[in-house]
């Protein structure tokens, strides 16, 4: 019937340096930071340093496609905290400005640097600190790996829900940054919601440490909000406390036809109410999914039938009743006719193979170029409207773009990818379907952020106040504009 | 077996002026607010005014206990977001202090005004605004009770999970401002996790409307964590959009009893893997139960034979396999010894007779009087520690003094009520627990916020950098600190 699909496993743990047997003290925040300032140079002979261009060439694009236009000075890889703050703090003190990198996974070019600028790689800040196996937290360095992350504390009966595609190179400190969303958003939450705690390296080198591991805590201005989401412009993220669920034993998938919007509307409102385990709703339309089916050289599911049709997962218990509630939660609903159509898989391929038809995306785009793949955030009520709208507009700028759509519906997460369009229009396909999303109040990225790319942009989902008190709050902690300068909003 | 607890009847939510029936757009953000500058003496004459000392005695103290040393200049209470941006602005050009109301329900002093304030009262804005019961989501004005909003939702077939025992008086604007915690915060999160977007008034009358709906939007700095949980000192929220779950259709409690806290963190981590719809973990010690039957006149449960008790909630749907559930969870625990004994009330008075108790702690703290009733956040793998120290301290100060426990420990959150106490040695007894929960990491207010009475303690929680940030924030958003001065931190 249903199976278990694929995640990180247990031996992909290997590759991290972490001590998950014993509960480790955090070390003493800013306990060894020598007070007297090193310069940068001085940094440069004590801590790994990359400055030949061979040698730094990973360093200079990040998966936006965007790449640096001049070489940065140098690429620094502290491997403690004590390091990272004294190379924040000499930065200060010389006026040099500073990139900071994660896994360089971003879709917004947030993580490709600047001509002259110093590099801050994260990725041997990877280490666990504490494994709380009784409360359910873990503390980690900022640049340990999404997926060994997740591997680690799964192979102790417990489970980080945060998935996405980049598991495999993402860090957890660029997560956090970025507030990355994924697959799972609908039952635990953006990665924002995962973060207990957190330590930050500020502007001007001081250490901040607040390493909560509390869900309450009201001590007056929760200042982990300054930095999740922020994308680095407002401090460098160096250890984070996360949040822990049990981990579930298996997981379901099914996917069911509809005719329309407005019964994903009415299916969603069902399954949340039924399957309290529900924790991925995924939509694809018809022509994406026939897309995917050319890409997979595959037959799409229903033989494109159906107008839309939902890929729901279950994370539970491997029970026979677990077994059968998403299967009976289905059936009830094809009776009613409140679905069209349903496959539950009968086999693991099967299963994966629903999956692959909704992580075709990376292929079908190939074959779009050059094309424009939006992540956007529309309310449900009004999703129709603006796909209407939206794809009216483009179809008069190019009659021959595909328009292909799928989405997180289940947290208002649009993925609009269109193309082939010619290259000279490409700002006018953002433009006309950037002001679509502001007329509807949506946002203009819903999961991947500003970064460079999306600044200009920035005012089709914020207002000019919000706009002025972010620029505000950036010139309180960052006047110099030190920190991932042209990134998100100016200082 | 398990009954239906009480909650708001939709029948309430006729004291509202809400109109649940259409999808009301929103007013147009600040679109009819004149430009030119009231005084406040003019606004005066426009909004209802109250000066009379008779008129304002309700506006002079909150439930923490606390009351005005002087009276405020006058009670202004605006119906309309216009209004609330006209005497801001004119407070702000006269250099006049706001004191900022919700319901009056804090227990950290923070409604009372100082001799002179200006009072903003909110009560009159308690209107809805938009009702999407496509995506699920309300936009309610600041001033609305929270009974009320939950009564209006419910009778919609949604449900809004935020509840505390305030819930007849406090106002949703409030519950933001000071991120109200609950007894459903394990499932649901605190209210920060439950808003999706805001309408904010800053320190100069500049109105900021953020009325995002989405559960994913990454552009840039999330604002709304500037002002959720900052107790009205960075600015006043007029507006807020709400995340809505489908109602459930009933709840089932259970009493397990257990023999310590490693029981209680095992049966909590089991709870959470085998019960999905567990929206309740309330831990009371032996002497609260004790306390809790003199009290209600009713012997305790298990006749107080075990250490500790735990009160289960799920919630769910009216099946019998939602029934049948939590009673086989602890019938499987039972039979392997993780729990010593169990009550599955059988009847509707059987079930709101364990909230009884769990809800006594009101006339308990009567009897205890001059007490100190503490609000604290502990590690679980830390609480036992924490515990025996703390209660050593508190015998030493006062041998006869009660130590009772309870507390919403599925989130940390832990309730020492100690007492009596001889009224000079309060400071010393706080100054005690406070230093405990330091040396834990623990925090020094779980949910109830930091206000005028815990200022003097925030150090425990909050280090130098991360006040000075806090102190950075409020400097920048209000640097004439015209907001609720004297709370939480000064300007």
């Known amino acids: ?91 200060h003190q010389e006026g040099r400005r500073l990139t900071i990198q994660g896994g360089r996974s971003g879709l917004a070019g947030g993580a490709v640097p600047d001509e002259g600028d110093v590099v801050l790689a994260l990725e041997r800040l990877d280490r666990v600190e504490e494994f709380d196996t009784v409360g359910g937290t ?132 069902l399954a949340r109410a039924r399957l309290p385990e529900l924790s ?63 496959i539950i898989p009968h086999s693991q391929e099967q299963a994966a193979m629903l999956w692959k038809f909704r992580d075709a995306i990376g292929e079908i785009l190939r074959t779009m170029q050059p094309y424009v793949a939006f992540d956007i955030g529309i309310p449900l009520q009004k999703m129709d409207a603006f796909i209407e709208v939206a794809c009216a507009g483009l179809a008069r700028l190019e009659p021959n773009a595909r328009n292909l759509l799928f989405g997180h519906l289940g947290d208002g997460n649009l993925h609009l990818s269109t193309g082939p369009h010619a290259p000279e229009n490409l700002l006018a396909v953002e433009e006309l379907v950037y002001r679509e999303v502001e007329r509807v ?5 819903a999961e991947h952020g500003i970064g460079r790319i999306k600044k200009p942009f920035l005012k089709h989902s914020r207002g000019a106040a919000e706009r002025a008190l972010m620029q505000q709050v950036k010139r309180a902690l960052d006047g110099d504009s030190g920190l991932n300068r042209h990134r998100v909003i100016d200082a």
Chains 1, 2 share one sequence.
């Open 1 to 91: 019937m249903a199976i278990e699909r694929q995640h990180p496993v247990a031996g992909q743990a290997a590759n991290s340096r972490a001590e998950p047997d014993a509960l480790l003290p955090a070390q003493p925040p800013g306990g060894s930071i020598p007070d007297a300032p090193c310069t940068l140079e001085s940094l440069a002979q004590t801590v790994s340093c990359l400055r030949k261009p061979a040698d730094i060439q990973a360093y200079l694009q990040d998966a936006s496609g965007l790449a640096a236009a001049g070489l940065p000075a140098m690429v620094l890889r502290p491997d403690s905290v004590e390091q990272v703050v004294q190379i924040v703090r000499a930065c």
């Open 280 to 342: 991925s709703f995924e939509v694809m339309w018809r022509n994406y999914l026939a897309a995917a089916g050319q890409v997979l050289q595959k037959t799409p599911p229903f033989e494109s039938r159906y107008p839309i049709c939902v890929l729901l997962e279950t994370e539970g218990r491997d029970t026979p009743e677990a077994a059968a509630a998403l299967e009976g939660f289905l059936g009830e609903l094809l009776e009613s006719g409140e679905v069209l159509d349903a």
């Open 138 to 269: 873990i503390t980690v360095q900022a640049g340990m790996i999404l997926e060994n992350l997740c591997a680690l504390v799964e192979a102790r009966g417990w489970y980080f829900p945060l998935d996405l595609g980049a598991r495999g190179s993402c860090q957890i400190g660029g997560n956090v940054a970025t507030n990355a969303g994924g697959n799972r958003v609908l039952r635990y939450g953006t990665t924002r919601e995962l973060v207990l705690g957190l330590e930050v390296v500020l502007a001007d080198g001081t250490l901040m440490t607040m390493l909560n591991k509390g869900l309450k805590n009201n001590t007056g201005l929760d200042l982990k909000h300054l930095f999740i989401g922020t994308e680095g412009t407002l401090g460098v993220i160096t250890r984070v406390v996360l949040r822990l669920f049990p981990r579930p034993e298996r997981r379901y998938s099914a996917l069911a036809a509809v005719s329309g919007l407005d019964q994903v509307a009415r299916l969603l409102q």
């Open 441 to 445: 109040g949506g946002s203009i990225s």
